[in-house]
């Protein structure tokens, strides 16, 4: 069994203070951690508009439990691999004025990196870090990108709760 506050540190990492979120995320993830049919029967819905009609492996359901989750408050985004870092920083932005910061980036200071790909999140990546952020990326099995943010100074806590919760996910 998680200790439910080990859950609530590591989703307040991406809700920030608002109390609301954290519990409606924490509430979904620790469905999906410690009752993973009863989790894909509430959410058969969201699940078959990703395509999943059969259950899930646990390690694979409690991902997508946690980019759901996020996507649900719009503390998480999903890029498509052809977007540009300009187009990342949009969703990205998105994501910064939910958390109710007022740091953004700006698409013209992001350094061009070649074809639209994976390479666009180490452009955002390095804008996101003069700013004191760091950019998260969420395991899908997937041609889209789950992105979310947190602080820099929060990255290693970020991914030590991760690993001891289960959840895949790289902090850059």
């Known amino acids: 069994m998680i200790p439910s506050e080990t859950l609530s540190r590591f989703v307040q990492l ?3 203070n608002d109390a609301d979120a954290t519990q409606r995320v924490s509430e979904r993830l620790a469905l999906a951690i410690q009752d993973p049919a009863a989790y894909q029967e ?4 969201e699940l078959e508009e990703r395509g999943i009609v059969a259950p899930l492996p646990a390690q694979e359901l ?4 946690l980019i759901d989750a996020l996507l649900g408050e719009e503390l998480a985004w999903e890029s498509d691999w052809n977007e540009t870092s300009a187009e990342i920083a949009d969703g990205i932005n998105e994501i910064l004025t939910r958390q109710k910061t007022t740091r953004a ?5 992001l350094l061009k990196r070649g074809q639209p790909g994976p390479e666009q999140l180490d452009a955002v990546q390095d ?4 700013l004191g952020l ?3 990326l969420f395991s899908l099995d997937s041609d889209s990108f789950p992105l979310g943010v947190v602080a820099d100074a ?4 970020a991914r030590r709760l991760a690993a001891d919760l289960g959840f895949q996910l790289t902090v850059y």
């Not at 804008?127 to 003069?130: G, H, M, T, V, Y």
């Open 134 to 136: 760091a950019l998260v």
């Open 154 to 157: 929060q990255a290693e806590t």
């Open 14 to 16: 991406f809700t920030l």
């Open 42 to 45: 509430q959410f058969a819905e």
């Open 62 to 65: 409690r991902d997508i439990a």
């Open 105 to 109: 980036l700006l698409p013209a200071a």
């Open 127 to 130: 804008a996101l870090e003069s």
